[in-house]
């Protein structure tokens, strides 16, 4: 059998004030279309379907259409709650829908739910576990008697890890924990044949099993530019697995650049790779910029994040001109501040209401 496993869509997320929307739904028909190609007899999804608990109602129809176009390929879809997720609205009409295909784990109650699926190419048992404490999990996974004479499965929403290796982290992940303490070892998933985990957003292997991160489908936070999404196709023949990587291309890609305002801005800088991109600019600029996103969106409309590199850690005010800054009159400081800002001198009236300010300041 042919399954597709991902996770962690976030449907309805905003990186940096933009809606992924659009993007969301774009990945989510090149997921259907892997699947349509591949020939999937089921799609798992690991948790995280909504980025919050109470989705927009965009979010929802996004993921409505998916779910319709799915189903219209006969695929059945196996899904758990992630810790972003209401286990409890995720889960509404659930029993119906089992029966249309659509198969949602949400609530936890410390149980796999098990599932059992077989065609020619032999049996499949499906394990689901929707996210929960780590203490519930582990014991709901003690509790799980595979079948030996099955391929068996197990879809989970947790943060394991091999050891003291600490797996590939990103930052939307908004991890409670710190380290590796409340993490799961891997070796508790060594019954299965496969493992398909939802809950870091890097798709990753975890040790030297079958354990599996889908990872999520977009680039959530500029820590991941440099992460290739995908989706793992997982196949069983008998008793064996084999797994392959499926690579996602998105709508718009995440990059950073870094360079002065005036060259970035430059028609053949932009145009070497696609200016609509979500992107993270760093001007090296040592002058003050008047509106430099403005600037900078006139040519990559879809600019996210501004760093002034001057402002960076490391380029601080040193102890000596900042104790120069206290010897200085009010009026003095202004006059520095302006000139800053404006690339003037400030005008005689300007300078009058600050030193009558100053003035007053000094006689209280
Ligand atoms: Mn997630």
């Known amino acids: 059998m042919r399954f597709l496993h991902t996770g962690d869509l976030h449907i309805g997320k905003t990186v940096h004030e933009f809606s992924m929307l659009k993007d969301q739904s774009y990945i989510l028909n090149q997921i259907a279309e892997i699947a349509k190609k591949e020939r999937v007899d089921a799609l798992l999804i690991a948790g995280d379907v909504?980025?919050?608990?109470?989705?927009?109602?965009?979010?929802?129809?996004?993921?409505?259409?998916?779910?319709?176009?799915?189903?219209?390929?006969?695929?059945?879809?196996?899904?758990?709650?992630?810790?972003?997720?209401?286990?409890?609205?995720?889960?509404?009409?659930?029993?119906?829908?089992?029966?249309?295909?659509?198969?949602?784990?949400?609530?936890?109650?410390?149980?796999?739910r098990q599932y059992r699926l077989s065609d020619e190419t032999g049996e499949v048992c499906l394990y689901l576990l929707p996210y929960q404490k780590n203490t519930q999990l582990k014991e709901a996974l003690e509790a799980v008697c595979v079948d030996e004479n099955a391929v068996n499965i197990l879809m989970a929403h947790a943060f394991a890890v091999a050891g003291s290796e600490l797996p590939k982290l990103s930052d939307s992940e908004v991890l409670p924990q710190v380290g590796t303490v409340d993490a799961v070892d891997v070796s508790l998933f060594d019954k299965f044949d496969y493992t398909a985990l939802g809950h870091l957003h890097g798709a990753q292997q975890i040790g030297t099993g079958a354990v599996y991160y889908a990872g999520s489908p977009l680039k959530y936070s500029f820590s991941e530019c440099n992460q290739e999404k995908s989706v793992w196709l997982v196949e069983t023949q008998g008793r064996n697995v084999s797994v392959k990587r499926w690579p996602l291309r998105p709508l718009h890609d995440m990059r950073e650049i870094e360079g002065e305002l005036s060259v970035l801005i430059r028609e053949d800088i932009a145009s070497l790779a696609d200016r609509e991109d979500y992107l993270s600019v760093t001007l090296t600029d040592r002058e003050e910029l008047l509106d430099a996103m403005g600037s900078l969106r006139t040519v990559y409309p879809n600019v996210m994040k501004l760093i002034l590199k001057k402002n960076l850690a490391g380029e601080e005010m040193s102890w000596e001109s900042a104790k120069q800054a206290r010897e200085k009159s009010l009026p003095e400081l202004f006059s520095e501040f302006y000139q800053a800002v404006r690339g003037e001198e400030p005008d005689e009236?300007?300078?009058?209401?600050?030193?009558?300010?100053?003035?007053?300041?000094?006689?209280?």
Do not use: C, W
Request: no cysteine; charged share 30%.
């Open 349 to 364: 009236e300007r300078l009058a209401v600050i030193r009558e300010a100053s003035e007053k300041a000094m006689e209280e």
């Open 50 to 112: 909504y980025d919050r608990s109470v989705p927009p109602a965009e979010a929802v129809s996004v993921f409505d259409a998916f779910v319709e176009q799915i189903r219209n390929l006969g695929i059945t879809i196996y899904v758990i709650s992630g810790n972003h997720d209401s286990a409890e609205r995720l889960s509404f009409a659930s029993g119906l829908l089992k029966k249309q295909g659509l198969i949602i784990e949400g609530e936890a109650d410390g149980k796999a």
